[in-house]
């Protein structure tokens, strides 16, 4: 009997006791699931500048990256609205419409409209973002950036799905809430 209660108490404390992978540089843990996406893979660059990257996968297939860097500044400014940030915001769009030069992607379209910022309700950061199309390994690929600042520190995510999956951006949407509550502690 003593067994059958201790192994009903593990099985009721598993889901918080598996952590997938704890981001000191914001205080947060990020989970083995966020809406429907699986950890996949945990990556710290050499360079501490450079910071973490945290991935996750969701069938369809859509993927979604989480960076938390500092990009080398010390101080940075909350929100999606300096000057600092809107900087930052635009190298990293650059970078993605560069892609092509090395032969990383092709056919890289990122849309001349403005940036567009979030307007989530509830807890967690807002986003500046933008969207834009690319073909990678002769697949048709629909990505987003996503920026913010949380503890002195930037947090992109990026979400990529193929062109002709129909939830593609539903499944991206809701990644991006599950993931703004996650660094809101929400």
């Known amino acids: 009997m003593r067994a059958l209660i201790l192994f009903l108490a593990l099985l009721c404390l598993s889901p918080f006791a598996s952590a997938a992978a704890y981001e000191d540089a914001i205080g947060v843990t990020f989970p083995d699931e966020v809406s429907g996406f699986q950890f996949r893979r945990r990556e710290t660059f050499s360079q501490k500048a450079l910071g973490a990257a945290t991935g996750y996968l969701h069938a369809g297939p859509v993927q979604g990256t989480v960076y938390v860097y500092t990009g080398g500044l010390s101080s940075i400014p909350e929100g999606t609205d300096s000057a600092i940030v809107r900087k930052h915001f635009a190298q990293v769009i ?31 950061p807002q986003f500046i973002w933008k969207g834009y199309d690319m073909e990678l390994d002769g697949a048709q690929l629909v990505s987003y950036t996503y920026l913010t600042v949380v503890r002195n520190n930037f947090v992109k995510l990026r979400i990529s799905y193929l062109k002709s999956n129909p939830t593609g951006k539903a499944a991206a949407d809701r990644f991006i809430e599950g993931v703004r509550k996650v660094i809101g502690r929400c």
């Open 94 to 124: 650059g970078e993605v419409k560069q892609m092509e030069a090395p032969g990383l992607a092709s056919k890289v379209t990122v849309p001349s409209t403005p940036d567009q910022v979030t307007h989530l309700a509830g807890c967690g």
